[in-house]
């Protein structure tokens, strides 16, 4: 047996649709695949305006130039995340201050925000870990009350809701990213979704090289020129050709994923019960889009034990984050403030296989696995 912890699915149309955008003749960024991929996303979640990237890192990055960071301002990001969601900001000169994680979930805890706002905080940038809303009201609030943007890094949150609003269409900016480890993909890519009307015209801008190219090509300017910073943000016509064919294809593989999930769940739960480990929380307040399934061990020991054990039967299951807080570049530049729910998901959680492919026969095996895996021992 050997289970992978992913394997990208592939539709089946995106080889005919990248031909499809050679023979077209326009490969390069920002052409008819990608306004196709841009009418899908704001007519299915009504997004305001959406822009491909080359990734999700590459959309945060646009998104710290659009709140137009300045160094030694600060940015309240989650400490249990990728890289990227600091990385971005700190690019600009940022000072990342790091929030916990909640008791029940990895995401941001929203009742620590507030304590953590200075005259300097600028942005905060919640994560929907495993495509799980964060408890979007309440950051709103201090966002508003406070004058600060919100960033959504919405790279795992394809498809899902708080409250019946898209999530990535609440904060100010929102940000996906279609790395073929993310439910769906194109090899590498991402997209900047701009919620607030002040951002349009200079996102459009920083996303191609800081020139007025976009208005140009509508005709709404008979020149184009250097009017503002930005950087080469566009995906090329045959990633958003790929990106497509996936698109099409969302409600099937969000069901797919979703009834994995589940599976996994109905098996697992009286398991859990009887084990020392605990099964996702998924608050009433949000959707659950089926991109992660994990467990939580008791201790980071009966962590790297139960990997290892899966490994032993053809199973790779994971572990994800460590702490931004404690990583080597960031460590001595944070204050100091422990934050034992972060480093709680870094020792003892475990992700397990999820992928389109995967059968109810790979699930029932990996579940008995687990079930006659010592959790005391
Ligand atoms: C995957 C991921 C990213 C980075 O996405 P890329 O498209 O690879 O740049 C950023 N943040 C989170 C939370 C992610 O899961």
Redesign the pocket.
């Known amino acids: 047996m050997n289970i992978p912890f992913n394997k990208p699915y592939i539709t089946g149309n995106e080889l005919d649709y990248i031909k499809d955008a050679v023979f077209r003749g326009k490969i390069s960024g920002n052409g008819y695949y990608t306004q196709k991929c841009h009418e899908f996303f704001q007519q299915r979640y009504r997004f305001k305006k959406c822009l491909l990237t080359t ?4 959309a ?1 990055e646009m998104a710290a130039l659009l709140c137009d960071i300045q160094p030694g301002d600060e940015v309240i990001v989650p400490s249990y ?2 890289v ?2 600091a990385n971005a900001f700190v690019l600009r000169g940022a000072k990342i201050v790091f929030a916990d994680s909640k008791t029940d979930h990895p995401g941001i805890d929203e009742s620590k925000i507030e304590q953590l706002i200075t005259s300097r905080t600028k942005v905060i940038v919640p ?1 929907h ?1 495993a495509g799980v809303a964060c408890n979007m009201d309440v950051i709103m609030d201090i966002a508003n009350r406070y004058n600060l943007f919100v960033v959504e ?1 919405a ?2 949150a394809i498809d899902s809701y708080y409250n019946g609003k898209p999530l990535g269409g609440i904060g100010h900016f929102g ?1 996906f ?3 073929e ?2 439910n769906i993909q194109c090899g ?3 997209m900047l979704v701009i919620n607030d009307d002040r951002f349009l015209k200079r996102a459009e801008i920083i996303w191609e090289k800081g020139t007025n190219r976009a208005e140009f090509f509508r005709g709404e300017v008979n020149k184009y020129g250097w009017v503002d910073i930005g950087s080469s943000f566009l995906p090329s016509e045959v990633t958003a050709a790929f990106l497509y064919a996936q698109l099409e294809n969302v409600d099937s593989i969000q069901f797919k994923r979703k009834k994995i999930w589940d599976h996994y769940y109905a098996k697992l739960k009286s398991i859990a019960d009887k084990s020392s480990f605990r099964l996702p929380i998924i608050q009433d307040y949000t959707t659950n889009n089926g991109h992660m399934f994990y467990l939580l061990c008791n201790s980071g020991k009966t962590r790297s034990e139960l990997i290892g054990y899966l490994k032993q039967n053809g199973i790779w299951a994971v572990f994800h984050y460590l702490s931004l807080h404690k990583s080597p570049y960031y460590s001595d530049k944070h204050n100091g403030r422990k934050l034992p729910e972060s480093d709680r998901y870094s020792n003892c959680l475990v992700r397990l296989p999820l992928f389109y492919d995967l059968s109810t026969g790979d699930i029932s095996y990996i579940t008995q696995a687990i079930n006659s895996f010592d959790f005391i021992g």
């Open positions: 990734s999700c890192t590459d945060l995340t990728f990227s969601t994560v870990y890094d790279a795992q940000c990213s279609f790395h480890t993310k590498e890519g991402g």
